[in-house]
């Protein structure tokens, strides 16, 4: 069974301090997992994706996200936030074989303090 | 440009009434996907189709119906019998790499008022 779960429903950040969004997955095949950005009244926007290469996933907008197997987490990082990021961030995960279904996690929304 | 289009973007209904979003794409996927977003709430999958003439039931069926006649198209009829209809709709389609699926590519939205 695919599940996300997003550690933290609401982060605040001030502007230039890093940010950090936790996501833990479960899954019992090999996942891909990715983040998708939101804001407000508007699409959901793919920031990065992880599909079994490099652990070390980077991603648009300086954001990047490594994917610990042992630690089943798929965490997703920018070093320095900017007012722009302010947003709400989604964790997903899916199966690689033949799996067409997305699992999402509950959010987390980003506030970034000038 | 490839993407995925929803129409319209804001869209009003009088309860008792049945109203249809469209959800179109240009992206050749073959599966997409109907999801409901209530405020301050993660998606909730509504239907989804992996192929043309075919689709499955999500998490939140009940009050919704879809049809999958044409592959770039898959709209989306909000029924009188769907109790709370209020709500933001997003629609997505994924391709595939032999069996293994893609990541999701996402239309703009459409927000449904029951007046």
């Known amino acids: 069974a695919q599940s996300v779960t997003q550690l933290d429903s609401h982060v605040s950040v001030s502007e230039g301090t890093p940010v950090l969004l936790r996501c833990n997955y479960s899954?019992?095949?090999?996942?891909?997992l990715f983040w998708y950005v939101q804001h407000p009244n508007k699409g959901l926007q793919l920031l990065l994706k992880?599909?079994?290469?490099?652990?070390l996933v980077k991603g648009i907008n300086g954001f990047e996200a490594e994917f610990k197997k042992s630690e089943t987490s798929f965490h997703l990082t920018k070093p320095s936030a900017h007012m722009s990021d302010a947003a709400e961030y989604f964790c997903?995960?899916?199966?690689?074989?033949?799996?067409?279904?997305?699992?999402f996690g509950t959010g987390t929304s980003l506030t970034v303090i000038p | 440009d490839g993407g995925i289009t929803q129409s319209p973007k804001y869209l009003f209904r009088k309860e008792g009434q049945n109203v249809t979003l469209s959800c179109e794409q240009n992206?050749?996927?073959?599966?997409m996907y109907w999801y409901r977003q209530d405020p301050g709430q993660g998606l909730r999958l509504i239907y989804y189709?992996?192929?043309?003439?075919?689709?499955q039931k999500g998490d939140i069926a009940e009050g919704y119906s879809v049809s999958r006649e044409k592959k770039e198209s898959f709209p989306l009829t909000v029924t009188s019998a769907q109790k709370n209809p209020t709500a933001f709709y997003l629609c997505?389609?994924?391709?595939?790499?032999?069996?293994?699926?893609?990541?999701?590519?996402f239309g703009p939205g459409t927000r449904l008022t029951v007046l």
């Open positions: 997505a389609s994924s391709g595939r790499d032999g069996s293994s699926y893609n990541e999701q590519f």
């Open positions: 899954s019992s095949y090999s996942p891909s």
């Open positions: 992880y599909t079994s290469a490099a652990t």
């Open positions: 997903v995960v899916s199966q690689t074989l033949g799996g067409n279904q997305f699992y």
């Open positions: 992206l050749n996927h073959d599966a």
């Open positions: 189709s992996q192929i043309v003439n075919d689709f």
